[in-house]
């Protein structure tokens, strides 16, 4: 009875620690390496609805940035955008003295169903009355069950404004977030591992 709780402790254990954010694809542009000195001004997006998380989210990103990102709400209104002024945005970001710009949005939310089969314990018949009559105490039975997921994919584009152009995208999934600015946040924290691991940002 002790291994089997060990053992159902340690699964537990191990599904607790399981990251819920992983990236699904990412594209680099080959010949492009990147440090903390390629960029001074970036501009740091996130196009979420909620005006308060995008906040947040704009804030944390220019925190992991070491003071040369600018939160897109200090720097513009999201009405100012309009489909006659896009292009220009562009123009108007250079002549500010950006040359660089993080783009998050969510681009889709599925739900996936999953079973779980059950479990059950019985007690053994070799040690005797005695033995079979206490182990059977621990007799337990749980039936399987039905678990629905929701998943969230979000999208990151870093561009450079310098050379016009995307330098890295990623689409990452995210598995029942507890809340909208910490997904972002470790999302944030996967991506510049992953640039990390590749050789990208060095």
Partial sequence: MKKLLSILLVTVMIA??????????SWRDPNTTISNNSYSKVLCVALLRN???????????????????????????????TESKAADLKTKLVG???????????????????YVPGTSVYPTYYGG???YYYNSWYNYSNPGYYTTDKIYNVETNVYSLKQDKLIWTGVTST???TKAD??????????????KSEGFLK
């Avoid at 995008?54 to 709400?73: C, H, P, Q, T, W």
């Avoid at 660089?100 to 169903?113: C, F, H, Q, S």
């Avoid at 910490?182 to 640039?195: E, F, G, P, Q, T």
């Fill in 16 to 25: 607790g620690c399981s990251p819920s954010t992983q990236i699904e694809k």
């Fill in 182 to 195: 910490k997904m972002y946040n470790d999302i944030a924290d996967v991506i510049l591992s992953k640039m």
């Fill in 96 to 114: 500010d003295g950006f040359d660089g710009a993080i783009v998050m949005r969510l681009i889709n939310v599925d739900k996936e169903t999953n």
């Fill in 51 to 81: 005006e308060a998380t995008r906040r947040i989210v704009e804030d944390d990103l220019v925190k992991k940035l070491n003071g040369k990102g600018i939160a897109s709400y200090l720097y513009y209104q999201e009405k100012e955008v």
């Fill in 175 to 177: 598995v029942n977030p």
């Fill in 129 to 131: 009355f005695g033995g």
